[in-house]
Protein backbone atom coordinates (compact mmCIF):
# COMPACT_ATOMS: atom_id res chain seq x y z
CA UNK A 1 0.00 0.00 0.00
CA UNK A 2 2.78 2.73 1.05
CA UNK A 3 4.55 1.89 -2.78
CA UNK A 4 1.33 2.59 -4.38
CA UNK A 5 0.90 5.67 -2.42
CA UNK A 6 4.46 6.52 -2.96
CA UNK A 7 4.60 5.39 -7.08
CA UNK A 8 1.05 7.67 -7.52
CA UNK A 9 2.79 10.51 -5.51
CA UNK A 10 5.58 10.06 -8.05
CA UNK A 11 3.68 10.05 -10.89
CA UNK A 12 1.72 13.08 -9.70
CA UNK A 13 5.17 14.84 -9.11
CA UNK A 14 6.46 14.76 -12.72
CA UNK A 15 2.60 15.19 -14.01
CA UNK A 16 2.80 18.62 -12.15
CA UNK A 17 6.06 19.16 -13.30
CA UNK A 18 5.32 18.46 -16.89
CA UNK A 19 2.80 21.75 -16.21
CA UNK A 20 5.93 23.90 -14.91
CA UNK A 21 4.00 24.06 -11.26
CA UNK A 22 5.47 23.18 -7.80
CA UNK A 23 3.72 21.35 -5.37
CA UNK A 24 3.41 21.44 -2.07
CA UNK A 25 1.43 19.32 0.82
CA UNK A 26 -1.33 21.15 2.78
CA UNK A 27 -1.23 18.61 5.98
CA UNK A 28 -4.49 17.00 5.19
CA UNK A 29 -2.18 14.38 2.58
CA UNK A 30 -3.74 16.68 -0.62
CA UNK A 31 -1.39 18.33 -3.19
CA UNK A 32 -2.23 21.91 -4.26
CA UNK A 33 -0.69 23.05 -7.02
CA UNK A 34 1.24 26.46 -6.69
CA UNK A 35 1.42 28.33 -9.59
CA UNK A 36 5.15 29.76 -10.51
CA UNK A 37 5.88 33.65 -9.13
CA UNK A 38 4.87 36.25 -11.27
CA UNK A 39 8.15 37.71 -11.39
CA UNK A 40 10.03 35.40 -13.10
CA UNK A 41 9.43 34.71 -17.27
CA UNK A 42 10.40 31.00 -17.52
CA UNK A 43 10.94 27.91 -14.92
CA UNK A 44 10.93 28.89 -11.63
CA UNK A 45 13.99 25.56 -11.36
CA UNK A 46 17.38 25.79 -13.31
CA UNK A 47 19.24 22.58 -13.58
CA UNK A 48 22.65 21.49 -15.17
CA UNK A 49 24.77 18.36 -14.81
CA UNK A 50 28.58 18.67 -14.44
CA UNK A 51 30.77 15.49 -14.80
CA UNK A 52 34.39 14.98 -13.12
CA UNK A 53 37.24 13.28 -12.56
CA UNK A 54 38.56 12.22 -9.29
CA UNK A 55 40.44 15.53 -8.78
CA UNK A 56 37.49 17.77 -9.62
CA UNK A 57 38.30 18.54 -12.82
CA UNK A 58 35.15 18.77 -15.25
CA UNK A 59 35.81 16.62 -18.11
CA UNK A 60 33.51 14.11 -20.36
CA UNK A 61 36.15 11.34 -21.22
CA UNK A 62 36.69 9.18 -18.96
CA UNK A 63 38.97 5.79 -18.76
CA UNK A 64 36.94 2.75 -18.59
CA UNK A 65 36.72 2.10 -14.77
CA UNK A 66 37.64 5.71 -13.27
CA UNK A 67 35.64 7.33 -10.53
CA UNK A 68 33.12 9.55 -12.03
CA UNK A 69 31.22 12.51 -9.98
CA UNK A 70 28.49 13.43 -11.22
CA UNK A 71 27.41 17.40 -9.68
CA UNK A 72 24.11 18.37 -10.08
CA UNK A 73 23.37 21.96 -9.68
CA UNK A 74 19.63 23.36 -9.20
CA UNK A 75 18.65 26.89 -8.59
CA UNK A 76 15.82 28.95 -7.53
CA UNK A 77 15.60 31.96 -10.12
CA UNK A 78 13.36 33.62 -8.28
CA UNK A 79 13.49 36.21 -5.27
CA UNK A 80 10.83 33.58 -3.09
CA UNK A 81 11.61 31.36 -1.23
CA UNK A 82 10.42 28.10 -2.99
CA UNK A 83 9.55 24.76 -1.09
CA UNK A 84 9.74 21.26 -3.08
CA UNK A 85 8.25 18.33 -1.60
CA UNK A 86 9.14 14.51 -2.65
CA UNK A 87 7.11 11.65 -2.10
CA UNK A 88 10.07 10.23 -0.36
CA UNK A 89 13.31 10.05 0.90
CA UNK A 90 14.94 9.89 -2.18
CA UNK A 91 15.36 13.72 -3.14
CA UNK A 92 17.05 12.96 -6.31
CA UNK A 93 18.69 10.94 -9.10
CA UNK A 94 21.49 9.85 -11.65
CA UNK A 95 21.05 8.33 -14.83
CA UNK A 96 22.86 7.14 -17.30
CA UNK A 97 22.05 6.50 -21.29
CA UNK A 98 23.10 5.00 -24.33
CA UNK A 99 23.98 7.68 -26.66
CA UNK A 100 21.09 8.83 -28.49
CA UNK A 101 18.95 6.27 -27.25
CA UNK A 102 16.53 5.47 -24.48
CA UNK A 103 18.44 2.73 -22.76
CA UNK A 104 18.84 3.06 -19.41
CA UNK A 105 22.11 1.03 -18.71
CA UNK A 106 22.68 3.14 -14.74
CA UNK A 107 20.43 4.25 -12.41
CA UNK A 108 21.73 5.25 -8.95
CA UNK A 109 18.63 5.15 -6.90
CA UNK A 110 18.35 1.17 -8.54
CA UNK A 111 18.52 -1.33 -5.15
CA UNK A 112 18.53 1.93 -2.64
CA UNK A 113 15.91 1.83 0.06
CA UNK A 114 14.74 5.65 1.35
CA UNK A 115 12.48 6.29 3.87
CA UNK A 116 8.95 5.96 3.25
CA UNK A 117 8.08 9.61 4.53
CA UNK A 118 7.59 12.51 2.72
CA UNK A 119 10.27 15.18 2.81
CA UNK A 120 10.59 18.97 2.03
CA UNK A 121 13.50 21.04 0.69
CA UNK A 122 13.46 24.93 0.79
CA UNK A 123 15.03 27.12 -1.75
CA UNK A 124 15.59 30.55 -0.57
CA UNK A 125 15.59 33.13 -3.62
CA UNK A 126 18.33 33.10 -5.84
CA UNK A 127 19.96 30.10 -4.23
CA UNK A 128 21.19 27.29 -5.74
CA UNK A 129 21.65 23.72 -4.49
CA UNK A 130 24.63 20.85 -5.48
CA UNK A 131 23.85 16.92 -5.54
CA UNK A 132 26.74 15.06 -6.17
CA UNK A 133 27.22 11.12 -6.28
CA UNK A 134 30.76 9.48 -7.22
CA UNK A 135 29.96 6.40 -9.45
CA UNK A 136 32.77 3.70 -10.64
CA UNK A 137 31.20 2.42 -13.99
CA UNK A 138 29.36 -1.11 -12.37
CA UNK A 139 26.02 -1.54 -13.36
CA UNK A 140 23.60 -3.27 -11.97
CA UNK A 141 24.33 -6.67 -13.08
CA UNK A 142 28.11 -6.47 -11.32
CA UNK A 143 29.78 -5.79 -14.86
CA UNK A 144 32.14 -2.87 -15.41
CA UNK A 145 30.16 -0.57 -18.18
CA UNK A 146 31.91 -0.75 -21.89
CA UNK A 147 34.03 1.69 -23.53
CA UNK A 148 31.61 3.78 -25.84
CA UNK A 149 29.34 6.94 -26.13
CA UNK A 150 26.69 7.71 -23.23
CA UNK A 151 24.85 10.40 -21.78
CA UNK A 152 23.98 11.32 -18.08
CA UNK A 153 21.23 13.34 -16.55
CA UNK A 154 20.63 14.68 -13.00
CA UNK A 155 17.39 15.30 -11.32
CA UNK A 156 15.95 17.01 -8.22
CA UNK A 157 13.37 14.16 -8.22
CA UNK A 158 12.57 10.42 -8.44
CA UNK A 159 10.74 9.77 -11.54
CA UNK A 160 8.50 6.20 -11.23
CA UNK A 161 9.64 3.03 -13.51
CA UNK A 162 7.16 4.15 -16.59
CA UNK A 163 7.79 7.25 -16.99
CA UNK A 164 9.52 8.90 -19.53
CA UNK A 165 13.32 9.69 -17.94
CA UNK A 166 14.25 11.84 -20.63
CA UNK A 167 11.31 13.99 -20.88
CA UNK A 168 12.37 17.82 -19.67
CA UNK A 169 11.71 19.12 -16.49
CA UNK A 170 12.92 22.47 -14.59
CA UNK A 171 14.75 20.29 -12.02
CA UNK A 172 16.75 17.90 -13.72
CA UNK A 173 19.27 18.67 -15.92
CA UNK A 174 19.90 17.95 -20.14
CA UNK A 175 21.42 15.32 -21.39
CA UNK A 176 25.36 15.74 -20.81
CA UNK A 177 27.42 13.45 -23.64
CA UNK A 178 30.39 11.40 -22.46
CA UNK A 179 32.78 8.75 -23.42
CA UNK A 180 34.55 5.80 -21.86
CA UNK A 181 37.70 5.06 -23.49
CA UNK A 182 39.31 0.98 -23.19
Aim: glycine fraction near 8%.
Amino acid sequence: MIARLALLGAVSLVTMGAQSSCSSTNGEGRLDIQDPPENVDGPTFTSTLVLKDSSGTARNSFERGELITMELSVRNRTSEVQRVTFVDGAQSDFLVFNDGTHQLRWRWTDGKVFTQATTEVTFEPQETRKISVTWDQVLASGAMLDAGAYEARGMMMRLGVDADLQAPHERASTLVPFTITP
